[in-house]
Protein backbone atom coordinates (compact mmCIF):
# COMPACT_ATOMS: atom_id res chain seq x y z
CA UNK A 1 0.00 0.00 0.00
CA UNK A 2 1.59 3.22 -0.87
CA UNK A 3 0.34 6.43 1.63
CA UNK A 4 -0.34 10.28 -0.12
CA UNK A 5 0.13 12.94 1.87
CA UNK A 6 -2.71 15.45 0.70
CA UNK A 7 -1.90 19.21 0.33
CA UNK A 8 -4.38 21.57 2.26
CA UNK A 9 -5.27 23.41 -0.78
CA UNK A 10 -5.59 20.33 -3.60
CA UNK A 11 -8.82 21.99 -4.34
CA UNK A 12 -11.47 19.37 -6.17
CA UNK A 13 -9.71 16.69 -7.83
CA UNK A 14 -11.36 14.14 -10.75
CA UNK A 15 -10.61 10.94 -12.32
CA UNK A 16 -8.34 11.18 -15.81
CA UNK A 17 -6.40 8.64 -17.59
CA UNK A 18 -2.92 9.16 -17.96
CA UNK A 19 -0.30 7.01 -19.20
CA UNK A 20 -0.45 3.56 -20.78
CA UNK A 21 -4.19 3.26 -19.66
CA UNK A 22 -3.79 4.06 -15.86
CA UNK A 23 -6.35 6.19 -13.74
CA UNK A 24 -5.22 8.97 -11.71
CA UNK A 25 -7.06 11.15 -9.21
CA UNK A 26 -5.69 15.01 -10.28
CA UNK A 27 -6.34 18.32 -9.55
CA UNK A 28 -5.82 19.63 -13.07
CA UNK A 29 -3.20 21.43 -12.73
CA UNK A 30 0.22 20.89 -14.10
CA UNK A 31 3.91 22.17 -12.62
CA UNK A 32 4.53 22.80 -8.63
CA UNK A 33 1.08 22.72 -8.01
CA UNK A 34 -0.03 19.34 -9.65
CA UNK A 35 -1.31 16.82 -7.38
CA UNK A 36 -2.13 13.32 -8.88
CA UNK A 37 -1.94 9.75 -7.51
CA UNK A 38 -1.51 6.29 -10.16
CA UNK A 39 -4.61 3.65 -9.23
CA UNK A 40 -5.38 0.54 -10.62
CA UNK A 41 -9.16 0.89 -11.81
CA UNK A 42 -11.72 3.33 -12.44
CA UNK A 43 -13.35 1.86 -9.19
CA UNK A 44 -10.50 2.66 -7.23
CA UNK A 45 -10.09 5.84 -8.43
CA UNK A 46 -13.66 6.95 -7.91
CA UNK A 47 -13.55 6.05 -4.32
CA UNK A 48 -10.54 7.83 -3.27
CA UNK A 49 -11.39 10.98 -5.47
CA UNK A 50 -14.91 11.21 -3.76
CA UNK A 51 -12.93 10.64 -0.20
CA UNK A 52 -10.61 13.73 -1.35
CA UNK A 53 -13.26 15.83 -2.47
CA UNK A 54 -15.67 15.27 0.45
CA UNK A 55 -12.42 15.79 2.46
CA UNK A 56 -12.24 12.44 4.80
CA UNK A 57 -8.72 11.96 4.60
CA UNK A 58 -7.03 13.46 7.39
CA UNK A 59 -4.22 14.64 5.56
CA UNK A 60 -3.03 10.88 4.12
CA UNK A 61 -4.57 8.73 1.64
CA UNK A 62 -3.69 4.65 1.10
CA UNK A 63 -3.99 3.63 -2.05
CA UNK A 64 -3.59 0.08 -2.92
CA UNK A 65 -1.15 -0.59 -6.17
CA UNK A 66 -0.20 2.21 -8.72
Known sequence: MARYRIP???????VAVFHGGKYAVWNGKTGRKEFRILVRTKVQAEEVARLINENRHRGWIE???G
Do not use: F, P, T
Not at 8 to 14: C, D, I, P, S, T
Open 8 to 14: ANVGKVK
Open 63 to 65: VLG
